[in-house]
């Protein structure tokens, strides 16, 4: 998807959260208040994956599809933060700040909701790139704060925040609805020790991507930021 693409899309989003955000202007919410409860949402949505592991029903995918639900809730709370500031001229530098650490929390949280997950159900191989997931995840973020800490802007790159909680929370919900349609389907290939794609790779192979995409976005930043130092 082309930057402009994206950006125009992520302006069509913001345009239509317009009368949430008169609402929230209306109850006295602070920017920092919804913050907290976008976290709140994500700790939940980490809860449904644990409680599904500790089930030990493989297969059941209520649990991925409702972490998918709630943790696209939790973006969505992501995204008003930062509007509800600019609306309201609440924009400071310690919101900025804990905008930013609450996010990395998040993140940090959701990947081992995720890791917990596939590793009870044994897809070990997959638990070990949602952990590479998770640090590429946070070495995109910690790579432009470092950069602007030393005067440079730095903000290029794909799988950024949005991105990558957009990728999570509609694979999860894909892999969902495709499995109450078609049930417990597997390619399997006699040559291999595990199916060559089953249902919940709707789920695992945007991790797999995560895992190759964020790690690569935080080198082309470093390398961009070595050009202009330079």
Known sequence: ?????????????YGALNPIIKLLIKTGITPNGITIIGFIITIASTVILIVGAEIRVRG????????GIVLLLAGIFDMLDGQLARKTNNMTKFGALFDSVIDRYSEMIMFFGIAYYLVSYHYFLSGVFAFIAMIGSIMVSYVRARAEGLGEEC???????????LTIGVSAILYGVISYYT?????????????LFENISIFTIPIFILAVLTNYTAFQRLNHCRKKMQ
Not at 60 to 67: K, N
Not at 186 to 193: A, N, Q, S, Y
């Open 183 to 195: 049930g417990d389907f597997k390619i399997v290939v006699d040559w291999l020790p595990f199916p």
């Open 155 to 165: 903000k290029i790159g794909i799988m950024q925040r949005p991105e990558r909680v």
């Open 1 to 13: 998807m082309k930057k402009n693409t994206w950006e125009l899309l992520k302006k069509s989003a």
């Open 60 to 67: 059941d995918v209520r649990y991925i599809s409702w972490f």
